[in-house]
């Protein structure tokens, strides 16, 4: 048992340890005789029974018995004489092994596994199974072999989705400590919603009731974790919005993008946000939806152009499957300007209403959402092409100075705002889900003012942050980010055993509230003093090093990034930094390499 300390054992133990190790050798050393003579006897089966029911983990005498089946099912079908409870007797048998083994250990795999088998081969009586999970799940409520058969009985019985929902609401008021009652509620819950069945729409009214009930469990005993899960996954219910939906771009809309051929030039009139530095003659278009999705290309998301006229190839980046992602990115040419002028080219990127554009969870993307920006073609200095310089970049502070535009014109810097794109939902679901977070923010930190709970800090902190995800899709403000990190700092104290999670937890909030403000961006933007006139090109870096980062977040405002700089934290992985496609160059130190690397990721 888990928490117990091992004691040496008895001299009389001991025998009876070496007795029964004698007695399994000797029955599994005749199964397997008979499993390679393919002797599958009334006497050779009573041997495999004997063998599971002292250990119904030995998975070879579960494959044997089915080998046995098959083989005596095949006999009994091939004789003309022989009826169908010559089959039931069979199947009768297995039945009545698993039944022995669970006595032994209730909670063996290869035991449910094989009652599952012979389920499927008919002939059983499904009622009597569900009186047999009764007497099981009486025994020990929270068996997840037990509720895992159990929605596989159930889908054998077609019972409803509501009459399971209802026995986990029977369970749960019986015991709420009860893990797998919890979880299965979740599943049955999640398939009922997403159906819109009778009774189970709109969503709003379902999860305000199943609030009461967790917050009942929660309040009951703040330390049984059990209720608490069910909580966090009915706080993602309430955040997440079903249907995709694009949640920023590069270039933004109404962004004013200044393309330069030229990687050396040191335009201060441009904003880091809208400026980008190529010779390659293409600048990329990024789309980062909330979620993955498959089905991005040139019809779903058309462009609209002067100078842009082809169909576009869009390819995937950091895919969770062979056709989802997250983010799009296609390339487009540089307008044809003259080399001694500067024009400015409008581009309209519509993303339609089409059954093309779909979520790994089944959702269609129901949004129209339409991009606007221009862009303007710097003329090429040919001299300034021409420098060449030394390519080692140095990191050191005395390198870099605050970078600072000299002035806005001639084109208006990109807003913060514009880096995001705000969805605005239905004003009744919004205003639902804001409300209920508020509400329940409010509850918890009455429960906190009662009881030091580390679980409900964190749930604390979690309501916080969604309250402010839901705030900034109207407005990207961040009201509650200062509280949600001294949560996390006081979780630190409390709870080292999982200080990786706060610290990470902790990184994400830090970068949210980084990027909430042009200001706040601009305080990492920096000039290097020798790219200029050098041969990788002059691109402004963004300085998050020495922040003590352990988890690298918020890339969805970071798409404009050609130079960062993340040396000096505590990242244990770069996953998802590279997809900022528009990034050239990388600087990092990662602590599962224990290395410090310059990473230029510049393919022109």
Known sequence: MHGLPRRAP?????????????????????????????????????????????????????????LAVQHNLLAVQSDSDSDS?????????????VVDALKQNYKSYGAWHHRKWVLSKGHCSLDYELKLLKKFQTADSRNFHAWNYRRFVAALLNRSEKEELDYTTEMIENNFSNYSAWHNRSVLLSSLLKKEAPGFFPKEK??????GMVQQAIFTDPDDQSGWFHYRWLLDQTVKMDAPLLASSWPAHGSNVILSRNRHSDDRSASPFDSFQSDSGTFPLVLYFNQAVKGVNSSTVTIESSFCTEDLDWKPLLQVSSQFSQVWVTHIRFPEANSQSEESCALEVSVRLSQGIVSSSGFEYSHLTQLAFKVYLCPVDTEQSKKQGRDQILWRDENFSLYQTQSEEPHKSLSIDNLIIHNVDEPMTSNWRAETIANEIATFRELLSETSCKIGKLTLAR???AHDVIQSQC????????EVLELYADLLKLDPTHCQYYKDEHSLVFLQQLTSSKESLLKHCFSHETLASSSIGNYKCLRLNKLSLTRMGSIEKLLWVQMLDLSHNELRSIEGTLLAHTLRILYVNVHICIQTACILLDSF
């Open 206 to 211: 379902v999860l305000n009731d199943e609030y």
């Open 475 to 482: 407005a990207n403000k961040l009201v509650n980010s200062e």
């Open 85 to 97: 409870g010559a089959i039931k007797a069979i199947l009768d048998l297995e039945l009545k092994v």
């Open 463 to 465: 309501l916080l942050t």
């Open 10 to 66: 008895k001299p009389e133990e001991e025998e009876a340890l070496a007795a029964k190790a004698k007695d399994l050798r000797a029955l599994q050393s005749q199964l397997l005789s008979n499993h390679h003579s393919k002797i599958y006897t009334k006497e050779a089966l009573d041997v495999s029974a004997k063998l599971l029911e002292k250990n119904p983990e030995c998975y070879t005498a579960w494959n044997y018995r089915k």
